[in-house]
């Protein structure tokens, strides 16, 4: 059996502390700004997850019942984005749905599939996300009411993971277009794309402290899997770096990879981050 160990690292202390282990699989662990709420996916569903009780709790998500482990709420936590097969469908199939952060019913936001949500801008007007447009994957965004996806990235390498700086002013993603993949960040335009890592690793999903001053990213093995792939199952680590890109220190190693941290995960005050390690029994 595998079994999910749903986990925060703090790092003032630079220690990890267990809140609850899962029978199956969760993963993706969203925090939310009442300090103790934290969602994340499992079979299919979003759960919320209290740290003072212990207690988790089904959100009602309506006819969105194969949701994926790329969601993220709100900046005001009123509303919570989800990636989600269309009812009765398999595969390689996702679009981008929005609901009340209570539950309820979902209304569609990005028809083109598979599309995956990573990113809300903090002034709540427009989303970030991973898609597959004939076969080429890069970054796009899309206005939070609709209209027209725009793509920022030029369709080099596999690109994946955006996610926004609190200030909205970087788009913070993961690519390969180096040959390994590496962390990136762009102008929210999608101008001025800067590499920030340069490591023997595949390094994924970076997320930005919510103070803006950390990043904290995955990193898998070299010769452990392709540079696209972001499968579970590995010995990765995680790694913190400041904003700019110095001082990368390697913080926690861990059997994981899919479902450890493919989103923010950070606490409201920036002090600890979620994560998701696993084991076999």
């Known amino acids: 059996m595998k079994i999910s160990v749903l ?22 662990p969203n925090w939310l700004r009442d300090g103790d709420t934290l969602l994340y996916n499992a079979n299919g569903r979003i759960w919320k997850y209290s740290i003072a009780s212990g207690k988790t709790e089904q959100l009602d998500t309506g006819r969105c019942n194969n949701c994926n482990n790329d969601h993220v709420p709100s900046p005001g936590n ?13 595969g390689w199939v996702s679009q981008i749905f929005v609901l ?18 990573h990113g809300c801008s903090n002034d709540g007007k427009e989303l970030a996300y991973c898609a597959f447009r004939e076969n080429i994957v890069d970054i796009y965004s899309i ?22 700086s609190p200030d909205d002013r970087h788009i913070w993603f993961n690519s ?19 590499q920030i890592t340069d490591t023997e690793s595949n390094n994924w999903f970076p997320h930005v402290s919510p103070d803006g001053k950390k990043v904290v990213y995955l990193s ?3 010769d452990d899997l392709e540079a696209w792939q972001h499968v579970p199952d590995k010995h990765v680590k995680m790694w913190l770096m400041d904003y700019d890109g110095s001082n990368p220190q390697c913080i926690v ?6 479902g450890t941290i493919n989103v923010n995960s950070w606490a409201p005050d920036s002090s600890r981050f979620a994560f998701v390690s696993y084991r076999y029994e």
Do not use: W
Request: aromatic share 8%; net charge negative; with cysteine.
């Open 7 to 28: 986990e925060v690292y703090d790092i003032k202390k630079a220690e990890r502390k267990v809140l609850h282990e899962f029978a199956g699989v969760i993963e993706a």
């Open 78 to 90: 009123e509303e919570l984005y989800i990636s989600c097969a269309p009812q009765g469908e398999t």
């Open 100 to 117: 009340p952060i209570k539950g309820g019913n979902p209304r569609l936001v990005v028809e083109n599939s598979p599309s995956y949500l």
């Open 143 to 164: 206005l939070i009411d609709g209209g027209i996806e725009k793509r920022l990235t030029d369709g080099v390498g596999y690109n994946d993971g955006p996610e926004y």
């Open 176 to 194: 390969s277009r180096t040959g390994l993949m590496q962390i990136f960040r762009m102008n929210r335009d999608g101008s001025n794309l800067t």
């Open 220 to 222: 898998f093995q070299k």
């Open 253 to 258: 190693s861990l059997f994981g990879g899919q």
